[in-house]
């Protein structure tokens, strides 16, 4: 599922709006005459149930692994209940500090969706809720960001050599090295001592430029240790990806940025897709093994928990996550370059230019040379007609800028050892070099890098963490903030008018997913924002991700805060509780001489029932206008929810016709935060029960609407 974001005059305020319904463009309209249309019958003593695969299927966003899910768990006998929920398999597991990740296989006949509704409603359960899963998803897909083609640049054709000779010094040809002020960058650090993690396709460890430079590694799908120093390549995107980073500087061939760093191979495809489980795994991996840069020349458009978790880990550890940014050149929501903490990498051209291809966003960090960039390809690679090891190949995207950047980082972690993640960042783009507007940009973020400026910038002050608790309101309100969070909603920072980082809460509210974990969080649903610029920020929480069932009601659930502050080194204490609640109101009017009644079937806490109530009965959980008995021929009633309700209610809608003498006409219209839409004109039959879920246009398959 790609997010397209678009910029031009959408800032956020008008974001903001968007999503509460309350621009011009989303104003509720006066609604068409339609002719009615016979309604369905219902049967006001069924006793609806919820089907798991309905609900399960909000929590399915995007390609993922058929068969599998994911489960993050603090609490064994939790993860017991869900496995002896759902009947699946433990495939594999590891842990993140406190927190358990395991891969699930489903038992045949049992979908993805089934299994993620099923734990969703037992997580949900008033009398024995489930509490220790901090989150349950697919095993989502995440593909390479493909190398573009190097094209017909006039500049590139004439450096480029018609064929490699082994010996011959292709340093001349290394453009980007020229750019970034390599030369004068090696005589302050070469990344000596660091350990680059490319965690990608594998690396070609025979490679004459790679040898001695490639320590054992591991493949997570697997669970295979590589031995150091072996071609564990086969589709050669990481080679070129380690090439640009590491490569020997030995007068033959080609020359890393960073001479003098380790690369730690971690192989999540091979050759073809990965699933989020095993390039967590392996970045876990990574970061218990000593490596202090991530590269990630990869990436997706779904947001997965267990990924985040990986990647908090990494930062918790002091580890820098470096991610392309993504190819496809436009505004588009791309993981795991947007979550908060990374170094999100475009790509640039000779010319000091973004790339076409090169992904837009407020996210983006910094920008570096990705167009026709020279580096190793794999020993099994040849020449065309002469059948001799091809050795070095142009290769363009931000999946060969990335790791420019990576080896900056290392050059950097090999000056300021102690230096955090976001002070490493900041080093990078405090001293990057303008090539679009002025100042920051949502083209080529900070600028292109400039390593010569970087290795010699002092240290600047610390980065802050954030952390936005998202309960609904009548919960915080009347519980003390102890019952449900809201799971799996988007949480936006806005700086400028522009999206500057993206988070979810989690399942179980009340784990952070930071290491350690943050001890007061309450049981509220969570978002953390790592190692982020200090500074204002307004934040956006809710979205087309706002959901609980994937209703169109949850994505009405909408909150904003602006002009939260964070100063530098906030990195524990900085909390924003941010309650989110939805408004309803319900109305029916009619025409004919019937008396009709408008229907709200809540839930009373006294019996611990559902009941239907009418204006005829009075409500519970909100209020009625007087009953009106069509004696007149036509007729209105409106139902006002009122607080205190239970977070996550359903109040199924019906036209209770149980009294009238007559057919009426009715039309039913619901107002939720703002929003407003019109159902109908139904033909009611006289002595019948209508419920809107039966309706052919009703939208809601599991009756709703729903509110928090």
Request: hydrophobic share 40%; aromatic share 12%; glycine share 12%.
């Amino acid at each position: 599922m790609k997010r397209k974001i678009t910029y031009l005059a959408l800032g956020f305020v008008g974001f903001a709006l968007l999503l509460t319904g309350c621009t011009g463009l989303w104003a509720p309209r006066a609604p068409e005459a339609r002719t009615p249309i016979p309604a369905v019958p219902g049967d006001p003593t069924f006793q609806p149930t919820v089907d798991p695969e309905v609900i399960g299927q909000a929590l399915v966003r995007g390609e993922h692994i058929p068969g599998e899910i994911v489960v993050g768990y603090t609490d064994e006998a939790a993860f017991s209940a869900v496995l002896s929920l759902v009947g699946g398999t433990v495939r594999d597991q590891f842990t993140m500090g406190e927190l358990t990740a395991a891969l699930l296989e489903l038992p045949g006949g049992t979908s993805v969706a089934e299994a993620l509704g099923t734990i969703l409603l037992r997580w949900r359960d008033r009398d024995d809720p489930l509490r220790g899963i901090a989150f349950a998803e697919p095993n989502y897909v995440y593909e390479l960001i493909d190398p573009e083609p190097t094209g017909q640049d006039a500049y590139l054709k004439s450096v480029e050599p018609a064929v490699y000779d082994p010996d011959a010094d292709l340093r001349p040809y290394q453009w980007g090295l020229d750019v970034v002020g390599a030369e004068d960058a090696w005589a302050h650090a070469t990344g000596d001592g660091v350990i680059v993690a490319v965690i990608d396709t594998g690396v070609d460890g025979t490679h004459p430029d790679l040898q001695g430079k490639v320590t054992v590694g591991y493949d997570p799908a697997t669970d295979t240790v590589i031995p150091a120093g072996v071609n564990s390549d086969t589709v050669g995107h990481g080679t070129h990806v380690a090439g640009i980073i590491a490569a020997n500087d030995d007068g033959k061939g080609i020359v890393g940025l960073a001479p003098d760093v380790q690369i730690l191979p971690i192989v999540i495809f091979n050759p073809d897709y990965v699933g989020a489980f095993d390039a967590a795994e392996g970045i876990v991996w990574a970061v218990d093994e000593g490596a202090r840069v991530l590269n990630n020349s990869w990436g997706g458009y779904v947001y997965s928990q267990i990924l985040k978790a990986a990647f908090d880990y990494a930062l918790a550890f002091g580890a820098v996550p470096v991610c392309a940014a993504g190819n496809d050149g436009e505004a588009l929501i791309h993981f795991p370059s947007a979550y908060p903490g990374v170094i999100a990498v475009g790509a640039t051209t000779p010319r000091d230019t973004r790339t076409d291809f090169s992904q837009i966003g407020g996210w983006l960090s910094v920008g570096a040379p990705g167009e026709g960039i020279l580096s190793c390809v794999p020993t099994t690679y040849v020449q065309a007609g002469t059948g001799d090891p091809l050795l070095y190949d142009y290769w363009g995207g931000t999946s060969m800028a990335t790791p420019f950047v990576s080896a900056l980082v290392a050059m950097l972690l090999e000056l300021h050892p102690g230096a955090t993640p976001y002070q490493i960042r900041k080093m990078i783009e405090d001293t990057a070099v303008d090539i679009e507007e002025s100042g920051f940009d949502v083209h080529s973020g900070h600028g292109r890098i400039d390593a010569a400026a970087a290795v010699t910038a002092p240290v600047p002050g610390d980065g802050s963490t954030l952390f936005v608790y998202t309960p609904f309101e009548s919960s915080y309100e009347l519980y003390g903030g102890w019952w449900f969070g809201i799971p799996y909603v988007d949480v936006i920072l806005f700086q400028d008018g522009e999206i500057r980082s993206w988070a979810q809460t989690d399942l179980a509210g009340w784990w952070t997913l930071w290491f350690p974990f943050e001890p007061n969080t309450g049981d509220w649903g969570v978002a953390l924002f790592p190692w982020i610029e200090p500074g204002t920020y307004d934040v956006v929480v809710g979205g087309d991700d706002a959901v609980l069932f994937g209703q169109r009601t949850a994505n009405r659930v909408t909150a904003v805060r602006t002009d939260i502050t964070l100063g530098p080194g906030e990195s524990w204490w900085s909390s924003e509780i941010i309650p989110l609640n939805t408004e309803l109101q319900v109305r029916i009017d009619w025409t004919g001489a019937g008396d009709v009644d408008l229907a709200i079937y809540e839930y009373d806490l006294v019996n611990d029932v559902y009941v239907w109530h009418t204006a005829k009965t009075g409500a519970d959980w909100g209020t009625f206008t007087s009953d009106d008995d069509g004696a007149d021929g036509d007729g209105s009633e409106t139902y006002t929810l009122a607080f205190p309700h239970w977070g996550y209610d359903e109040y199924p809608i019906a036209i209770d016709a149980t009294n009238s003498t007559a057919d009426t006409v009715v039309t039913v219209t619901i107002v939720q935060n703002g929003i407003t839409e019109v159902y109908g004109p139904y033909t009611v039959a006289a002595g019948a029960f209508v419920e809107l879920k039966d309706q052919a246009d009703w939208w809601d398959a599991l009756d709703g609407p729903w509110v928090f």
